[in-house]
C-alpha cells in the first residue's frame, strides 16, 4: 500500500511560482513512477506531469510544458511540481498519484486511470 502526502497549495498571482511536493510512505519509492494530475470544478482530472522510477524520464503536456517541471528525490522519498509563469487557467486541485514501474510499458502514462494510489489533493488559486 502507498500512502501520498500533498504538500498545501496556495494563492498566486498570475506569473507567480509555487511549488509542490509529495511525500510517499509505505512502499519502496524508487519503484513507483509518479505523476500530478489537476482536476477543475465541472472539469474531468487532467494530466499536469509525469516522471519515471529513476527520474530519467519525464513528459507533460502541452498546456504546461515548460513552465511546470516534475523532478523526484529518491532519498526522501518526495516529488516535486516547480510551477512557474502561473495563469488563471492553472487554477486547480493539484493530485499527486504513484504507480508501480513495472505496471507501465512505457515507464509512465498520462491517463489518470492507470494509477491507483493518490493524494488528498491540494487547491492551488492563481488570480488574474
Known amino acids: 500500500q502507498v500512502q501520498l502526502v500533498e504538500s498545501v497549495g496556495g494563492l498566486v498571482q498570475a506569473g507567480g511560482s509555487l511549488s509542490l511536493a509529495c511525500a510517499a510512505f509505505?512502499?519502496?519509492?524508487?519503484?513507483?513512477?509518479m505523476a500530478w494530475f489537476r482536476q477543475s470544478p465541472g472539469q474531468e482530472r487532467e494530466f499536469v506531469a509525469a516522471i519515471s522510477y529513476s527520474g530519467s524520464t519525464t513528459f507533460y503536456p502541452n498546456s504546461v510544458k515548460g513552465r511546470f517541471t516534475i523532478s523526484r528525490d529518491n532519498a526522501e522519498n518526495t516529488v516535486h511540481l516547480q510551477m512557474n509563469s502561473l495563469k488563471p487557467e492553472d487554477t486547480a486541485v493539484y493530485y499527486c498519484a504513484a504507480d508501480y514501474a513495472y505496471r507501465f510499458s512505457l515507464g509512465l502514462s498520462t491517463s489518470y486511470s492507470e494509477y491507483d494510489y493518490w493524494g488528498q489533493g491540494t487547491q492551488v488559486t492563481v488570480s488574474s
Open positions: 509505505g512502499q519502496t519509492f524508487s519503484d513507483l513512477t
